[in-house]
Each structure stands twice: as structure tokens, then as C-alpha cells.
Nanobody, 119 residues
């Protein structure tokens, strides 16, 4: 069984920074893609950033230039460095990964970490 555990959320003032981490555990052959999503109250979940196994990245327009996604393959961990945070970045942030195990490829989700940006 694969588990994704997020950490690093919290309360920060506008203009500040946070670094989120998502560690995958279990019997993992490889992680194909990883991503960070967020969901604000009353809004649908949206993609924030994603990264492929070869390092290609994709960002939502709203975070380009402020957020950076990266990964450590040896640690099966993906990070989201968030700079110049704005109140509209307030949301629950979820990690997502397409993981290859002995049972095949499957998408897993973490339980989320809360980010609150005060004005």
C-alpha cells in the first residue's frame, strides 16, 4: 500500500514563504508524475503544479513565477516552494502521484495540508 504524507503547511503573512513536502512510502517501483493541487472553501480542487519523472514541470497561471515544484527521486519526495504568498493562495493543498507498483500504475492522494495566508 502506498501512502502520501504532506507537511509544511501553516499560517503565514502575505508576501511570506512556505515549503510543502510530500513523502511517498510503500513498495514503489517508480513515480511517474507528481503534483500539487489545492482547494479553497466553496471552490473546486485545482492543479497548482506538476512534475514528471524526467523533470518537466507545469504551473497554474496564478502561481507562475512564485511557486516552484521539485522532487527528490531517492527520497520519493516532492516539494512545493511557495514564495510571495497572497491571501488568495489560502487553501488545503493536496499531493498527488501516479505511482507504479507491482500491481500496476495507480494515482494516489495525500490527505492534505492547510495553508493560510493573512493580509
Amino acid at each position: 500500500q502506498v501512502q502520501l504524507v504532506e507537511s509544511g503547511g501553516g499560517l503565514v503573512q502575505a508576501g511570506g514563504s512556505l515549503r510543502l513536502s510530500c513523502a511517498a512510502s510503500g513498495i514503489i517501483f517508480s513515480i511517474r508524475t507528481s503534483g500539487w493541487y489545492r482547494q479553497a472553501p466553496g471552490k473546486p480542487r485545482e492543479l497548482v503544479a506538476s512534475i514528471t519523472s524526467v523533470g518537466s514541470t507545469n504551473y497554474a497561471d496564478s502561481v507562475k513565477g512564485r511557486f516552484t515544484i521539485s522532487r527528490d527521486k531517492d527520497k520519493n519526495t516532492v516539494y512545493l516552494q511557495m514564495n510571495s504568498l497572497r491571501p488568495e493562495d489560502t487553501a488545503a493543498y493536496y499531493c498527488n502521484a501516479l505511482v507504479l507498483t507491482r500491481d500496476g500504475a495507480r494515482t494516489y492522494w495525500g490527505e492534505g495540508t492547510r495553508v493560510t495566508v493573512s493580509s
